[in-house]
Nanobody, 131 residues
Framework: QLQLVESGGGLVQPGGSLRLSCAASRVTLGDYAIGWFRQAPGKEREGVSCIKRSGGWPVYADSYYAGSVKGRFTISRDDAKNTVYLQMNTLRPEDTAVYYC???????????????????WGQGTQVTVSS
């Protein structure tokens, strides 16, 4: 059973940065596409970014971003550490939410932000952007 653990959330001022981590144990995280999602109070969970499985399919883009975070957030993976990161820069108050990482076990050449495609979810980490 894949277990995901997020960390790195916290309180930051507008314009600041945070780096979220999504780690797994006992499985190879590179075998999964990983997505980051967020949910603000009173709103539906939405996709933020995803990164495809490691290896193969070089013709396809490694990652995908929602329009609201493109150019500010960067997703990456370190297979040696079995961890996926979400670097968040130029944070805005509207980025405030609980952030979740999720794993998609489907063997496919790219990733997407369809929530229903993700099989495993972490417990979430709170990100608050406020002065």
């Amino acid at each position: 059973q894949l277990q995901l653990v997020e960390s790195g959330g916290g309180l930051v001022q507008p314009g600041g940065s945070l780096r979220l981590s999504c780690a797994a144990s006992r499985v190879t995280l590179g075998d999964y596409a990983i997505g980051w999602f967020r949910q603000a109070p009173g709103k539906e969970r939405e996709g933020v970014s995803c990164i495809k499985r490691s290896g193969g399919w070089p013709v396809y883009a490694d990652s995908y971003y929602a329009g609201s975070v493109k150019g500010r957030f960067t997703i990456s993976r370190d297979d040696a550490k079995n961890t996926v990161y979400l670097q968040m820069n130029t944070l805005r108050p509207e980025d405030t939410a609980v952030y979740y990482c999720a794993a998609d076990s489907t063997v496919q050449p790219l990733c997407d932000l369809n929530i229903r495609g993700y099989d495993y979810w972490g417990q979430g980490t709170q990100v608050t952007v406020s002065s």
